[in-house]
């Protein structure tokens, strides 16, 4: 079973403040994912990582980025929050082949 | 484009119930996976397939790839309110793990 936290699990800010979200995992796991998802919605993939200095954006188009200096930490950041980003972050890692993904609890972002 | 088509969007039953979910694509995958999520958490691994034709089952929960690895379904036999959450089915496909829209599952007792 994989450990990955995330922290906060929720957060309400005002229009234009930066924030991270962020995530650590404890398995060693090269592969990291950050999905964004509204409610009743699917999971859309926005930043993912196979490793160490290895970042890639993903199918659906974010203001945030994301840095992975070390394996184990996968922060998302957003330099200036608006109230269309208000939505719940998943955070995931992987370490099989057939790409099983091991879930945090989700950040909950409100954005007023 | 959502590659992944989940049916029934919502599904609300009897305890005691059964009740069969799918998945569906027009794209192969090399695995599809199970997972459900319940309010304010993230998903939970529930089942991985990887061959078409297999079945797998976890206790009440019956599992099935279809023969040309597009689609799935997932059959609960008795339902309890303890499976009341949201279902979601993943495909791994060329590097990538896509997601359908999920089934909002409610048991009532």
């Known amino acids: 079973e994989a450990d990955i936290y995330q922290t906060p699990r929720y957060l309400v800010i005002g229009t234009g403040k930066k924030i991270t979200l962020e995530c650590s995992q404890t398995?060693?796991?090269?592969?990291m994912y950050w999905y964004q998802q509204d409610p009743g919605m699917e999971l859309h993939l926005i930043h993912y990582s196979y490793g160490v200095n290895s970042t890639e954006k993903g199918d659906l188009s974010s203001e945030s980025t994301v840095s992975r200096i070390r394996t184990e930490h996968f922060p998302l950041t957003l330099e200036s929050a608006r109230p269309s980003h208000t939505s719940q972050y998943l955070c995931?890692?992987?370490?099989?082949?057939?790409?099983?993904?091991?879930f945090g609890e989700g950040s909950r972002l409100t954005v007023l | 484009t959502q590659l992944l088509e989940q049916s029934p969007q919502f599904l609300s039953i009897q305890e005691g119930e059964n009740l069969t979910v799918y998945c569906n694509s027009s794209s192969v995958f090399s695995s599809l996976q199970w997972y459900r999520q319940e309010p304010g958490e993230g998903p939970v691994l529930l089942v991985t397939v990887v061959t078409g034709g297999e079945v797998k089952k976890l206790k009440r929960l019956t599992f099935q790839f279809g023969d040309a690895r597009k689609d799935s379904s997932l059959h609960i036999t008795a339902a309890q309110p303890g499976d009341t959450g949201l279902y979601l089915c993943a495909g791994l496909g060329n590097n990538d793990m896509r997601f359908g829209a999920g089934t909002r599952l409610t048991v009532k007792p």
């Open positions: 995931a890692t992987t370490g099989t082949s057939v790409g099983e993904l091991f």
């Open positions: 398995m060693g796991h090269d592969k």
